[in-house]
């Protein structure tokens, strides 16, 4: 039996804060995407894009939260 961890809240917002964007702990999904497209809009992020891209692979081991937030916000815009 193979067991995965899916990705969470808190899984979401420490990719996010790894690529050096300031995110509140506790911060909802929804926030957490919110944060990381204005901060991308306003001086670009590096690498965000690309960890858009990996998660958007991984829509069906994430919790829904976190799949709604990345399929609202940041898919669409940085596709």
Same mark, same amino acid.
């Given at each position: 039996?193979? *067991?995965?961890? %899916? *990705?969470?809240?808190?899984?979401?917002?420490?990719? %996010?804060? =790894?690529? &050096? /964007? @300031? /995110?509140? +702990? &506790? $911060?909802?999904?929804?926030?957490? $995407? @919110?944060? =990381?497209? !204005?901060?991308? =809009?306003?001086?670009? #992020?590096?690498? !965000?894009?690309?960890?858009?891209?990996?998660?958007?692979?991984? *829509?069906? *081991?994430? %919790?829904?939260? #976190?799949? =709604? $937030?990345? +399929? @609202?916000?940041? !898919?669409?815009? %940085?596709?």
């Amino acid at each position: 039996m193979m *067991i995965v961890d %899916l *990705i969470d809240g808190d899984d979401f917002r420490d990719r %996010l804060v =790894a690529l &050096g /964007i @300031r /995110i509140p +702990e &506790g $911060a909802s999904p929804e926030t957490c $995407a @919110r944060m =990381a497209l !204005l901060k991308h =809009a306003e001086v670009g #992020v590096p690498g !965000l894009q690309e960890l858009v891209q990996e998660l958007g692979g991984q *829509i069906d *081991i994430m %919790l829904p939260s #976190v799949r =709604a $937030a990345l +399929e @609202r916000f940041l !898919l669409p815009a %940085l596709r």
